[in-house]
C-alpha cells in the first residue's frame, strides 16, 4: 500500500476534477442585448437575455452601456421580465464620447443577488456627426459605482464556451500531462545514448506510449470542444489544430521506426536518437508556430494564455489538480507498459 500512495493519490485528485469540475456553477453572464446597433440621440429599450441569472431575486438592478474606461452611460429605467430576461431603456446623448462614427460598446448589468455581469464588445454605438467634447461630457455623468460580487464557488461565464469551459480539466490538461510524460520520455531516451541501459529504452518506449495516448485523447477532447463552439469537429484554418496533428503523427512514426529494426541495441539506439527529435519538434508546432499566427485557441496570435481572461483562480483550484492528477495516472500506465515489456523480453529469453 505504501509503494502504491501516489497511484491512489492520482485516482483521489481525478475524482475531485469530476466532481467539482461538473457540479460547480458558472457565474451568472449576459447571452444576448437586442437591439445591438444603437442611435445617438435616441431613447432605447434593450431586451437583456441572461444565463444562469435569477433577475426576479433582486430590486436593485442597474445597467449601464460603457463607452470605454472612463464613460458610461446608465439606464433611465429597468423592467424584470422573469429570471433570465429584462428590459432596459437608456436616453442617448445626441453625441457620442468619440471623434468616430461608430464606437464599439460593452453593457454592464448589476444586482446584489447575480452580482456584476457584463456582454463585452457587443453593442455598436453610431452618430451622424461628432462633437467629442459635448459628448464626454454627457457620458461621464453617469459614472459606475460599486458593483456587487456573487457569493459562493463558481466558474466564469464566458460567451460561446459557457458550459463547455469545463473542459478546460480535460482537453488542456491532457495535454501538459502529455508534456510532462514526453519529457521524461526525452530523459531516458538521452540516458541510454550514454550508458546503452536496455531498461533506459525500455521506459522510454513506455512514457512516449502514455504521451502519445494522452495526445489522442487531448486531441479527441479538442474535436468535440470545437464541435460545440466552432460548429466543426476540424478545420484547416486552425493552426494549432493541424500543427498538433502533426506533432501526434511524428510521434506515432517513433513506433513504426521501433518495429522496423529486429536488432535490439540498434532499435534502441535510432529510436533513442529519433526521440529526441520528435520533442524537438514538438515544442515548436504546438506552442511556438500557434503563438506567431491568428488563431481562436487561447494562447495563440499573441494572446497570453491562462491569463484572467482563460483562467481564474477558481479554476485554477481545478485545473492544477487535473495536470497532477493525469500526470500521475500517465506515470502509472507507462509503469504498467514497461512491466509488460519486461515479461515479454523474459518470455523471449527464455
Given at each position: ?8 493519490l492520482?485516482v483521489l485528485i481525478?475524482?475531485?476534477?469530476f ?5 460547480v ?5 449576459i447571452t ?13 429599450t ?10 426576479t ?37 445626441t ?7 461608430r464606437?464599439?460598446a460593452?453593457?454592464?448589468i448589476d ?7 457584463v ?13 467629442q ?6 457620458w461621464?455623468?453617469s459614472?459606475?459605482?460599486e ?22 480539466y480535460?482537453?488542456?490538461?491532457l ?6 510524460l ?13 550508458t546503452?541501459?536496455p ?14 495516448l494522452f495526445?489522442?485523447?487531448g486531441?479527441t ?13 476540424w478545420?484547416w484554418?486552425e ?10 503523427l511524428?510521434?506515432m512514426?517513433?513506433?513504426v521506426l521501433?518495429?522496423?529494426?529486429e ?7 535510432i529510436?533513442?536518437?529519433y526521440?529526441i ?6 515544442i515548436?508546432?504546438?506552442y ?8 481562436l485557441h ?13 483562467l481564474?483562480?477558481t479554476m ?6 487535473a495536470?497532477?492528477?493525469?500526470t500521475?495516472?500517465?506515470v502509472?500506465i ?6 509488460a ?10
Open positions: 500500500m505504501r509503494s502504491n500512495w501516489w497511484k491512489i492520482g481525478l475524482l475531485y476534477v466532481i467539482v469540475g461538473m457540479l456553477p458558472l457565474k451568472p453572464g444576448s442585448a437586442q437591439p445591438s446597433v444603437l442611435q445617438a440621440g435616441e431613447v432605447v434593450m431586451t437583456i437575455s441572461g444565463y444562469n441569472t435569477f433577475f431575486k433582486s430590486t436593485d438592478h442597474r445597467a449601464w452601456i460603457k463607452a470605454d474606461d472612463t464613460h458610461a452611460l446608465a439606464a433611465s429605467a429597468i423592467k424584470v421580465l422573469n429570471d433570465q430576461q429584462l428590459e432596459a431603456s437608456f436616453r442617448l446623448p453625441y457620442l464620447p468619440s471623434d468616430e462614427k464606437l464599439t460593452s453593457l454592464l444586482n446584489s443577488f447575480d452580482g456584476a455581469t456582454i463585452p464588445g457587443n453593442l455598436f454605438l453610431q452618430q451622424d456627426s461628432t462633437n467634447a459635448m459628448g464626454s461630457q454627457a461621464q455623468t459614472s459606475i459605482g458593483l456587487h460580487s456573487k457569493s459562493g464557488m463558481s466558474f466564469p461565464f464566458r460567451a460561446i464556451l459557457y458550459e463547455t469551459i469545463r473542459n478546460t480535460f482537453h488542456v490538461s495535454w501538459l500531462a502529455m508534456v510532462i514526453l519529457i521524461t520520455s526525452l530523459v531516458f531516451s538521452i540516458r541510454y545514448l550514454s546503452t541501459n531498461i533506459d529504452d525500455y521506459k522510454a518506449m513506455s512514457f512516449t506510449s502514455s504521451g502519445l495526445g489522442v485523447m486531441i477532447t479538442g474535436m468535440i470542444w470545437a464541435k460545440d463552439t466552432w460548429g466543426t469537429y478545420t484554418e493552426v494549432k489544430m493541424n500543427m498538433t496533428a502533426i506533432a501526434l511524428i510521434y512514426a517513433y513506433f521501433r518495429s522496423s529494426f536488432d535490439m541495441e540498434k532499435r534502441a539506439r529510436a533513442a536518437v526521440n527529435f520528435a520533442f524537438a519538434a514538438l515548436p508546432l504546438i511556438v508556430v500557434p503563438r506567431l499566427t491568428d488563431s487561447p494562447g495563440s496570435g499573441g494572446n497570453p494564455a491562462f491569463g484572467g481572461e482563460d481564474d483562480n485554477r483550484m481545478v485545473f492544477y489538480p495536470v497532477i492528477g493525469w500521475l495516472i500517465g502509472w507507462s509503469s504498467l507498459i514497461y512491466r515489456r519486461k515479461l515479454e523480453e523474459q518470455l523471449y529469453d527464455d
